[in-house]
């Protein structure tokens, strides 16, 4: 299998007439993307915003971020099953928007989470500051229920990237990457010598709002699979999770999902990547102890001699998070998890909520549990109604001058369990 | 601008008076720095001053527990310091938890910034890395030099009221206290850097150890209580009147084993505690409160156990390393099974 | 497979009352988690995740946990180190649901709905009687 991702660096985005990219310029059509956007009856209004690095702009809730992304060659659409029709994508090219991201905004319910500060303390913290943003904001009709708003404002930033997207077909990449995998038979021929490593991707799957869909199959009704890497660079993965804004998994985070990245980059010098494995993280515990099961089962079917383990969420999904790691150490297989803590505003909590001698390895996104404190913002993309609801905001986190007191977790993926971010804790 | 004013703590050894032999000596102040103060106050620059260096004996500490801290704390005080700063203690164990327990004193005390040093495994560092600031060193006195710049650094930023960061970043033993900070690479390059060190057998430090899982599977239940041997053993430092084997009151380097032939009840006259860390008033009163002895009796004559065991062991917890106090159990779980002991009731306080 | 549904959300009540065997507390979160408690200091096992979804503690008010009808012998020691840590890991989080707005609510019971719904069916559909699920099981 072999994907070769063009990368098309856009420096600016600018509303104008006729939606192109020239030169490092995102041109965009507003009307055009809106009567898009509008053709789903749920959403009774939508308009676009664009909010640039260091700006004073706040966009507040976010539902979710994604790369704009288009197939130049090789099988299958972007965000098959979703978008695209459902044919294997992951090989062949790609076109990347790099530096940019669609993020959806919105009203899904009466509570919601999300915020990206494109300047200020706020800002280190989510990486989506330090690209150029268009922003969807959607307000969907009333008197539908949540699942489909939720439906309506994931399919709609879907479509959105998808368009922009398309406006790369044609043209030269910045840069090209090549990721190339061989099968299972000759990884092992290739690199004898190389320890064996996989990639076990944990995907919340909890019920409305806690959602992930994999070529558009709602993954809590799947038993653990495998998947190539590639074709999740080609958007297989999509996020419909709306809830735990610091470590959820946005469709940019699995679009890029650093763990892919870092395993390519040490394929064949240090290690032999020999593929990813995804499983569920459901609420029922008998579907735990067998998605657990078979995500052990497969690692010790691929013969790996060592895997990193990557979370979504808080709570039940550490419980998932432990027993992966346990039965796949219990395998004689060698474990390094992600994830992030909830150690309380003073730090002083027990930080996950299951535990386990076996995880003697763990990397951490950092507590999402520290005090923030983000100062008010010249413009505000979406509204700041829900902050006070927010997960870490409290009454009367949102003060009188806009500034918002506040936990950590309240960012867009300030303490990624994939590893996206730097921050860390002791 | 004003200099802050710096006490600093060191014992016999460091003060140069002599080693193991002159551990006995009481605590002293004097003028300016002593020994390792000297690479402190070079550290500190021109932002503090070490005005006065207090000398206390190890062994003086450690037997005059109550006492030498509040005479430590008096001569500490007598300075009026912005800053206090212990040690570092490196391995040294009596002194590692006399500076630990004097930093403490004087960050609870006094209420100024506080700072010692100490090698992980020092018995003081266990003791006191939630309570105080414990800049990580290495084992040995060489390791002065990478300590003292931290520890200074620290203390000068406790006392500027400036942030603290994470223990990685500042230096000190983690306190359970779990602080953000940022890496220098991504959490994906370095979970592949720590898988590689992982399937490589070598070390790797993992960045959220998980909590302590010394659990011990409990045994089944004693089938009959009627027809077996039952055994006292305690941490609560019951000891015959006088503390015959002088059990330490903290950081006990011994247990003892006492006959309990002839006592049906422990009275002030026969019993006492050793133990420093907790109010001995009602243990020396009735000795019984920790060390059941006259209910065992009582059961013993009923008929509902076979036996009270004739002897019993004890040592005080207070402090005490904990690789101490499992070789402690080892002998003493190799004598009651030696003396065909069925089970055991372990008290603490 | 027999079971309880333990919850505290009166739009689960609703949905679910007459399809099974529903144990409303008429109460908070919290009440909710001490009636599961209760039931696995029992004998009955944990369906389903005391801290189901990412909503945090203290962030949302409602509650539903699948509890397992059959009773062991003893305490299924996977279920109580469940709850105990799920417990304790609540009362680390700041209640924050006090005076949400009736549309709050609605959505947050909404929410609790959806979740503990991916589960009814395959409680449903599950043949298994469960006898004491060990760590090591689990």
Wanted: glycine share 8%; charged share 25%.
């Amino acid at each position: 299998m072999r994907l070769e991702l063009g990368n098309i660096d856009i420096k600016e985005i600018r509303f104008a007439d006729k939606s192109e990219i020239k030169d490092g310029v995102l041109y965009v059509n507003q009307e055009e993307v809106i009567a898009q956007v509008l053709e789903d009856d749920l959403i009774r209004d939508a308009h676009l915003e664009i909010a640039v690095p260091g700006e004073s702009v706040r966009i507040t809730p976010v539902k979710d971020v994604i790369q704009p992304r288009v197939k130049v060659e090789g099988p299958g659409g972007m965000f098959p099953g979703v978008i695209s029709k459902v044919d294997t994508v992951g090989t062949g090219k790609t076109n990347v928007l790099r530096g940019m991201a669609v993020v959806t905004c919105g009203r899904i319910v009466g509570f919601q989470e999300g915020i990206i500060d494109m300047t200020g303390p706020g800002a280190e913290y989510t990486p989506f500051s330090e690209l150029n943003n268009l922003v969807l904001v959607v307000e969907p009709e009333d008197g539908w229920k949540p699942h489909d708003y939720e439906r309506a404002a994931r399919v709609a930033g879907l479509k959105v990237a998808t368009y922009i997207g398309e406006l790369a077909r044609d043209l030269t990449p910045d840069e090209t990457v090549v990721y190339e995998r061989a099968n299972l038979r000759e990884s092992f021929e290739n690199y004898p010598d190389l320890p064996r490593v996989g990639y076990v991707l944990m995907l919340q799957t909890q019920g409305l709002l806690h959602d992930t869909y994999v070529y558009g199959v709602d993954a809590k009704q799947t038993l653990t699979t495998m998947i190539s890497p590639t074709e999740i660079m080609d958007g297989a993965i999509v996020s419909g999770n709306c809830v735990s804004a610091c470590d959820k998994n946005t469709t940019y985070h699995h679009q890029n999902n650093p763990v892919i990245e870092d395993l390519f980059k040490a394929h064949g010098k240090t290690l032999n990547f020999v593929g990813v494995i995804i499983t569920n993280e459901n609420v029922y515990l008998a579907d735990k102890m067998r998605s657990s099961d078979w995500s052990a089962k497969l690692a010790e079917y691929l013969s790996l001699d060592g895997v990193i383990i990557s979370q979504e969420g808080f709570g039940n999904p550490d419980t998932d998070l432990i027993m992966n790691c346990k039965k796949i150490e219990e395998k004689g297989i060698k474990t390094v998890i992600i994830t992030d803590e909830y150690a309380g505003q003073d730090g002083k909590s027990q930080s996950l909520a299951d535990a386990d001698p076996l995880a003697d390895a763990v990397i951490t996104g950092g507590n999402a549990n520290e005090v923030v404190i983000l100062p008010p913002m010249e413009r505000i993309i979406g509204t700041t109604d829900f902050v006070d609801k927010i997960a870490g905001g409290h009454d009367g986190s949102l003060r009188e001058d806009g500034s918002i007191e506040a936990e950590l977790q309240i960012i867009t993926g300030s303490t990624n369990e994939m590893g996206f971010n730097k921050l860390s804790a002791r | 601008m004003k200099k802050f004013r710096v006490v600093h703590y060191i014992n016999q050894f460091f003060a140069q008076i002599g080693g193991e032999d002159m551990a006995h000596v009481p605590p002293e102040k004097r003028e300016g720095v002593v020994g390792p103060g000297i690479a402190i106050q070079a550290a500190l620059g021109d932002e503090a001053e070490i005005v006065a260096t207090v000398i206390c004996g190890d062994s003086y500490f450690g037997e005059n527990m109550g006492k030498a801290e509040a005479e430590v704390l008096e001569l500490i005080k007598s300075e009026n310091p912005d800053i206090f700063i212990a040690g570092p203690a490196f391995n040294a164990g009596r002194y590692g938890v006399a500076a630990g327990t004097i930093t403490s004193a004087v960050k609870r005390e006094l209420g100024i910034p506080a700072v010692t040093g100490m090698y992980v495994e020092n018995p003081g560092a266990e003791m006191y890395k939630d309570d105080v600031y414990i800049i990580s060193t290495t084992n040995s006195a060489a390791g002065v030099r990478a300590a003292a710049p931290l520890m200074a650094k620290l203390a000068l930023k406790l006392a500027k009221d400036e942030p603290i960061g994470a223990s990685k970043e500042e230096g000190y033993l983690p306190n359970n206290v779990r602080k953000n900070f940022f890496e220098e690479k991504r959490g994906s390059a370095r979970a592949v850097e720590m898988l590689e060190a992982k399937l490589a057998g070598k070390p790797y430090t993992t960045e959220y150890p998980m909590p302590d899982f010394d659990r011990v599977e409990p045994n089944p239940p004693v089938a009959d209580l009627s027809q077996i041997t039952i055994a006292l053993v305690t941490s609560g430092g019951i000891v015959p009147k006088g503390n015959p084997d002088h059990i330490e009151s903290s950081s006990a380097s011994k247990f003892g084993e006492y006959s309990l032939d002839g006592f049906d009840d422990l009275t002030a006259e026969t019993h006492e505690t050793a133990h420093g860390g907790y109010d001995p008033v009602y243990a020396n009163a009735d000795a019984d409160r920790v060390l059941p002895v006259d209910v065992l009796r009582e059961y013993e004559k009923a008929g509902k156990i076979g036996k009270l065991h004739d002897k019993f062991y004890t040592t005080v917890g207070n402090g005490t390393a904990v690789a101490s106090a499992k070789g402690f159990a080892e002998e003493i779980a190799k004598r009651l099974l030696a003396e065909k002991v069925g089970a055991v009731i372990l008290t603490s306080t | 497979m027999e079971f309880w549904l333990v919850t505290n959300n009166e739009k689960v009540n609703d949905a679910y009352a007459d399809k099974c065997d529903v144990l409303f507390v008429d109460g908070t979160d919290r009440d909710v988690m001490k009636t599961i408690r209760d039931l696995v200091h029992e004998g009955h096992s944990l369906l389903t995740h005391p801290l189901s979804g990412s909503l945090k503690p203290g962030e949302t008010p409602f509650r539903s946990v699948l509890v397992d009808k059959s009773k062991n012998e003893t305490v299924d020691p996977f279920s109580l180190d469940l709850i105990e840590t799920c417990i304790q890991a609540l009362q680390k989080f700041r209640v924050r649901y006090e005076g949400l707005s009736e549309r709050k609510l609605e959505d947050f019971r909404h929410v609790d709905l959806s979740i503990i719904e991916s589960a009814i069916p395959t409680a449903m559909a599950d043949r298994t009687r469960v006898v004491g699920v060990d760590r090591n099981g689990a």
